[in-house]
């Protein structure tokens, strides 16, 4: 290989680690783990919805249907969903440290936490993060789990505010203040 | 006498090979100047050559279809997987919209 052939080689594998390493940051990892529980939970919601398979999905989008054209827009942009969502029978199933091993994920400058409202009257907590990069949202995480229920979200791409407020009227992050999380 | 007759028919009947060219010259006269000596091939009869055909034809036509069913399959599984996401996308941050309400009021 000539000099110029193995310098742009070179740049080509540095960009496309650093391309796998940006759209790694947006996807977490500890979803996997949380696959475990599929053997304690009663009721469970498993979306894995990337690359092709996502394009594939938005393709057979009606666009007759607001709704699902409204989507169909949305994640023409988006690289991937993840969805985890269980619910148990009895109390105690999950345990705070399989919250944690998310949270300690979303501790990244690049994560923001954008909405944390828990309640300890129904043990009931909503989090959600924002990814961003040279200002704009490039991904989206919630956490929301109660006694007997967890849920994940992960969106993988640039999604706007305005994005996840169209999908359904009242639908929406709620307007507050971002506290960046240290 | 009769050996000499004998020896005049042996001579005038001797077998003799043809001068060279003898045959193709012949086939000339016989065919025209364009005359060029061809091999016979093997041809199939036109009605086992349409049957491959349709058989050719009809096997790609049913892997395409099949192709097509599969993907129309996992495309409307995939789409069912991601409005389930977006449903639970939308009520999880209404639930969160809603706490925070509830927090404020």
Known sequence: MSRW??????RSLCAAL?????LQA????????????EAKASEKVNVTLDGNLLQLAARFLSASDPEQAQVRKVVSKLKAIYVRAFEFDKEGAFSAADVDSLRRELKTPEWSRIVDASSKRDGESSEIYLHQQNGQVTGLAILA???KELTVVNIVGPISIEDL???GGE???????????? | MSDHLENELRAALRREDPPEGFAERVLARTHGAG???ERRARRLPVWSMAAAAACLTMTIGIGEYRER???RARGEAAKQELLEAMRITRAKLRLAQEKVRSIHE
């Open chain 1, 165 to 167: 407020a169209a999908l």
């Open chain 2, 35 to 37: 005359y060029r000596p």
């Open chain 2, 69 to 71: 069913r599969e993907e």
């Open chain 1, 171 to 182: 639908f929406g992050i709620p307007k507050i203040e971002r506290n960046r999380k240290k």
């Open chain 1, 145 to 147: 789990y109660g006694k």
């Open chain 1, 26 to 37: 947006q996807e977490l990892t500890g979803l996997r783990l949380l696959d475990q529980l």
């Open chain 1, 18 to 22: 650093l391309l796998a390493g940006a």
């Open chain 1, 5 to 10: 052939g193995s310098r742009w080689g070179g």
